[in-house]
């Protein structure tokens, strides 16, 4: 399989670059990034082994890419509006879109938008940050969890699955799509939040009992949406995730990242969806509500929206 890497940032220049090293075929859509990028390749520091990659194939224009089996699309929610558009001149026949962002209900958008391509969703757990223009530092884990949106994909799923395994990138195949977004979302909404209302990392909301009790509440919460939207995530999975956290390196979220450096926050995605998802379903999440419009309130004061 060719790739084609859109949003050469903390994970996509990551995984990307993987798959480059192992032998692969990889384009890079870069933006700011671009021109080092091209003059002194990709450089990313990793526990598992450093990469310094020499005559990379990046691009500034989407419609200069050769044509590849598969995208990764690897950017932040927040610039989904409008992404149709940019993405379109990447998709040929058969192209597979490979969704790896947080939040819910991405595939089947980008199903809405090319209906006539495969989907596959991949949860990203992983430690990464972009320390500088074509520089990323991998501070730890790795692994995706892959699904397909329609069984009838599973196998460009496994095949999908085994080319990453074969370029060191540990992978999880699951059935049930929906139910991985979900599980992910266990992590992700209290972890996200709370790193940006309480102004910590993770290992500082895991050392005391209140804000300990606040990530209970709140995976508590998304299992009890899960549940309602027919996604069973079995209750051991609370305490399994927090001795998870627990054994983490001191580690700041995304979404700490985007509010300390002034960005707009995945909200939408992580937060709006799957709430919207599970009212309709007849389960009213407090927490997760009040947790959201602090963080809606903390954005405005910033970006004024």
């Not at 990764?72 to 990447?90: C, D, Q, V």
């Amino acid at each position: 399989m060719t790739f084609t890497v859109f949003g050469t940032g903390a994970v996509g220049a990551y995984y990307g670059g993987r798959l480059a090293e192992a032998g692969n075929t990889v384009h890079f859509l870069a933006r700011s990034d671009y021109s080092e990028i091209r003059k002194s390749g990709l450089e990313i520091t990793s526990p598992r082994g450093d990469m310094h990659l020499n005559d990379v194939s990046v691009f500034n224009r989407a419609e200069d890419i050769p044509p590849s089996d598969a995208v990764l699309i690897s950017l932040k929610t927040t610039g989904n509006a409008g992404l149709k558009e940019k993405i379109a001149p990447l998709i040929h026949k058969d192209t597979a879109l490979i969704v790896l962002q947080n939040g819910l209900s991405m595939e089947q958008e980008f199903q809405e938008w090319f209906p006539d391509n495969p989907v596959l969703g991949g949860m990203c757990f992983i430690c990464s940050r972009k320390t500088g223009p074509g520089t990323i530092e991998h501070q730890d884990y790795g692994l995706i969890t892959l699904g397909a949106l329609d069984p009838k994909q599973n196998p460009l799923r496994d095949e999908t699955g085994r080319i990453m395994e074969a370029a060191g990138i540990p992978v999880t195949i699951v059935e049930d799509l929906h139910e991985a977004r979900w599980r992910k979302l266990l992590w992700n909404i209290p972890y996200n939040g709370l790193s940006v209302v309480l102004d910590s990392s993770t290992d500082k909301i895991m050392s005391h009992p209140s804000s300990r009790g606040l990530i209970k509440t709140l995976m508590e919460e998304v299992i009890e949406g899960a549940a309602a939207c027919g996604c069973t995530i079995e209750a051991e999975a609370v305490e399994k995730m927090m001795i998870f956290t627990d054994k983490m390196i001191p580690y700041e979220p995304s979404m700490k990242l985007d509010y300390k450096n002034g960005r707009e926050m995945e909200i939408e995605y992580m937060y709006d969806r799957p709430l919207a998802e599970a009212a309709i379903k007849g389960a009213t999440l407090k927490s997760i509500s009040m947790l959201r419009d602090q963080l809606k309130f903390i954005q405005s004061s910033y970006l004024g929206n």
